[in-house]
Antibody, heavy 119, light 107 residues
């Protein structure tokens, strides 16, 4: 059974770069889209973007200037980098995989990792 | 960006009763609409995609309907494990966007 798990620092200083890793286990990382989401406390989910294992990416236009996603198939991991963070970037971050049943819906989610932006 | 609006914000329902949740899109998303369940401290769980197709393993008491801009999630007989937040998600236009959620609470 495929599982994904986010990891990274829980605290990032303003203006610095947030870097998260998502590790895939129990199944292949190849030939899937892998996505990142965030959810500030009490607010709606936001799709940050996705990376395909071939390396192509799609980013939410609202974050595009600050986001980079990449994948390392040899390690079964994919990555999120968000630059120039502010307090508004404080959120629970999730990684997820497209469902086999339908593209752009997500049935494999990590438990989430809370990231706080504060000095 | 398509705005997804859910109503009501909170729905108080007794166990065994039916719950009906609504989701409206600011423009047509055809049938590219999914529903997720989210419990405190947990990630979303996919319930419905394609507006009306249950995801694998989802009980038949969950059903979805609608197309275009108006969608409904119905839980036919609420079980204790169904009390949670439900959000809709359009994936017709990039980037996909989510509703703010409807909390289903015990009456």
């Amino acid at each position: 059974q495929v599982q994904v798990q986010e990891s990274g620092p829980g605290l990032v200083k303003p203006s610095e770069t947030l870097s998260l890793t998502c590790t895939v286990s129990g199944g292949p990382i190849s030939n899937f889209y892998w996505s990142w989401f965030r959810q500030p406390a009490g607010k709606r989910l936001e799709w940050i973007g996705r990376v395909y294992t071939g390396g192509s990416t799609d980013y939410n236009p609202s974050l595009k200037s600050r986001v980079t996603m990449s994948v390392d198939t040899s390690k079964n991991q994919f990555f999120l980098s968000l630059t120039s963070v502010t307090a508004a970037d404080t959120a629970m971050f999730y990684c997820a995989r497209d469902s086999i049943e339908a593209l752009d819906v997500f049935d494999i989610w990590g438990p989430g990792t809370m990231v706080t932006v504060s000095s | 960006e398509i705005l997804m609006t859910q109503s009501p914000a909170t729905l108080s329902v007794s166990p065994g009763e039916r719950a009906t949740l609504s989701c409206r899109a600011s423009q047509s998303v055809r049938s590219n609409l999914a529903w997720y369940q989210q419990k405190p401290g947990q990630p979303p769980r996919l319930l419905i995609y394609g507006a009306s197709t249950r995801a694998t393993g989802i009980p038949a008491r969950f059903s979805g309907s609608g197309s275009g801009t108006e969608f409904t999630l119905t839980i036919s007989s609420l079980q204790s494990e169904d009390f949670a937040v439900y959000c809709c998600h359009q994936y017709n236009n990039w980037p996909g966007t989510f509703g703010q959620g409807t909390k289903v609470e015990i009456k």
